[in-house]
């Protein structure tokens, strides 16, 4: 099987969060990346569908020349190949100009199934998995917690408010992995040294101008200032009272 | 006047909360609203969305069983043939799986969980928060067709609207992925993200069995949904689906209460747009109380029986 993984690079969650002097993005001084979380799913994913059915996997991303950082942590949890796009304005690149870029390479790549993390922790705008899919023409599945494929064919569970559906589809496909769907290895030793090896090829990226224009970016309103009603079962009777007569909410 | 295009939700016979807030964040931009309804059920819903602010609604032929693929396609044609400049739906989890196919089909840019949508000029500002909240932004687009998804408990819901002219449109494309079963929660347990009130159990809790002091606080509010920490769920105590946090689910309920969750940033994450937030915990110093409009430092293990029977009590005074 062709198999391709999709990451993003994304502000750890640590981040102390700036807003730029402009005021419509980010300040990006200081800040530290790591591979969005869902997209550690999407790639265990990938290369245990390799373990199970054969072929190979591509790890795909869209970011800085600096990308090839966590490309190689990929290859070292187990991907074969990295494909890395570059493109210097990455971090405000907007999910259509993303989801084209990645649509067009995924299908010179010949892809059978790919997977992409459900939503990513920057943003969390949970896009570009379908938008990808539907730009290919193909099914997409999202948020997919158990996945079985066989001859062509795949069934996912999936969760919706209303319970956990089933979805079958044929491929080639594209799945958006939840939490759930399995737990992401650790490299090993052996893996970082193999992944030094590994084919990594770095092109610019597929200039897209952005539909998405930010007005402003701003941090959120404080909260008003709590306090503690008191301490123990005491203390109940206040919290009541608060919630009835203050907040309204009883 | 704009038209715009809201996809809603239905089951059981009557639309999804989720997608009526929806359609009231459309029909308060002063535009047209066409709704659209899809799968069994849909014509009868139909009849039930004039009220709630749609001034014509579309059924959708097909559906059964619904495929989000097929209902994309149905809806982009929609959406072309009333030249509407904007296409809506509810962040529920198939509101936010369709706009995006909607979004590439129009080959337009997608924006999800919107907390913020107005008219501007010709077109639309929307506001949503970026990094789990840590920032709000503001943008508009230069799509030929503003696509976006609302953030639920955030819109009002148009209560005296008139009735809308129904009719109905043939499926557009042949399904490619198709919901073949569904295993439907225990009927009567609300989903984290929809009911008013969240009861939310931490680590704090010492072992899985003590949630059901949880549940009995849940359930003496009457309205409540059970919300879980990720710690939690590691543990195998409780299921995702009732996670809360940067992994989990981000909730915005008109009350939030933490029991034994200490208040990591990432949970944080998930609720701190709750309208009100309760913090009951042993440790006076948990940064959970530093976001709280109220709270108890004390043993949640004494605290939530005496809480539940008062919350009983207060509701039946009622």
């Known amino acids: ?250 | 006047m704009a038209t715009i295009v809201v996809f809603v939700e239905h089951g059981n016979g009557s639309a999804k909360r989720a997608s009526l807030e929806c359609m009231g964040a459309a029909h308060a931009t002063g535009a047209e609203v066409v709704a659209v309804v899809t799968g069994a059920g849909a014509a009868d819903v139909a009849q039930t969305l004039g009220s709630s602010g749609a001034q014509r609604v579309v059924v959708l032929a097909g559906g059964e069983p619904y495929s989000a693929d097929a209902a994309a396609s149905g809806v982009a044609e929609i959406v072309r043939a009333e030249g509407a400049t904007a296409c809506l739906a509810a962040a529920t989890a198939d509101g936010k799986d369709l706009l995006p196919r909607v979004g590439a089909h129009l080959d337009s840019v997608v924006f999800t969980d919107c907390t913020g949508f107005a008219a501007s000029g010709e077109g639309f500002e929307l506001t949503r928060p970026w990094l789990a909240g840590k920032c709000i932004a503001t943008l508009t687009s230069a799509a030929p067709v503003t696509c976006a998804t609302t953030r639920l408990n955030v819109f009002a819901v148009v209560e005296s609207g008139g009735s809308a002219a129904v009719t109905t449109m043939d499926a557009a494309a042949e399904p490619k992925a198709v919901v073949s079963a569904i295993e439907a929660k225990p009927s009567g347990k609300l989903d984290v993200m929809e009911a008013p009130v969240v009861v939310s159990g931490g680590r704090g809790l010492k072992e899985a069995g003590n949630f059901e002091l949880i549940e009995k606080l849940a359930e003496a509010f009457g309205n409540a949904a059970v919300g879980a920490s990720r710690a939690v769920v590691d543990a195998g105590w409780r299921p995702h689906s009732e996670q809360v946090g940067q992994t989990g689910k981000t909730v915005s309920p008109q009350l939030y209460i933490a029991v034994a969750i200490s208040g990591a940033i990432q949970h944080l994450a998930g609720m701190k747009t709750s309208k009100v937030i309760v913090a009951i915990n042993k440790d006076a110093d948990a940064p959970i109380f530093k976001v709280a409009d109220y709270g108890i430092v004390g043993d949640a293990f004494e605290i939530l029986p005496a809480l539940a029977e008062a919350v009983k009590a207060a509701k039946a005074g009622a």
Do not use: H
Not at chain 1, 202 to 208: G, K, L, S, V, Y
């Open chain 1, 1 to 250: 099987m062709n198999i391709v993984a999709c990451f993003k690079r994304v502000p750890t969650t640590e981040a102390q969060v700036k807003v730029s002097a402009e005021g419509t993005g980010l300040a990006t001084e200081g800040l530290q990346y790591m591979i969005s979380f869902y997209d550690e799913i999407a790639l265990e994913e990938a290369v245990r569908t390799r373990e199970a059915q054969g072929g190979e996997v591509t790890v795909l991303t869209i970011g800085p020349s600096e990308a090839s950082k966590e490309m190689r942590e990929c290859l070292a949890k187990g991907a074969d190949k990295g494909v890395l796009l570059t493109d210097p304005n990455w971090m405000s690149r907007d999910c259509r100009a993303t989801a084209r870029a990645l649509a067009g390479e995924i299908g010179r790549l010949g892809a059978d199934i790919v997977f992409v993390g459900r939503v990513a922790t920057d943003r969390d705008n949970a896009a570009v998995g379908p938008m990808a899919a539907t730009y290919l023409g193909w099914p997409c599945v999202t948020d997919v917690i158990g996945l079985e494929l066989s001859e062509g064919r795949g069934t996912a569970r999936r969760e919706t408010e209303a319970g956990i559906e089933t979805v079958t589809f044929p491929l080639p496909a594209v799945i958006t992995c939840n939490k759930g769907l399995n737990e992401p290895r650790y490299a090993g030793l052996k893996g970082i040294m193999q992944a030094k090896k590994k084919p990594l090829e770095e092109q610019p990226c597929e200039e897209i101008a952005n539909q998405a224009q930010v007005l402003s970016v701003e941090l959120p309103p404080p909260r008003g200032e709590g306090r503690i009603v008191g301490t123990g079962v005491d203390a109940v009777p206040a919290l009541i009272e608060a919630l009835q007569n203050e907040a309204q909410v009883l």
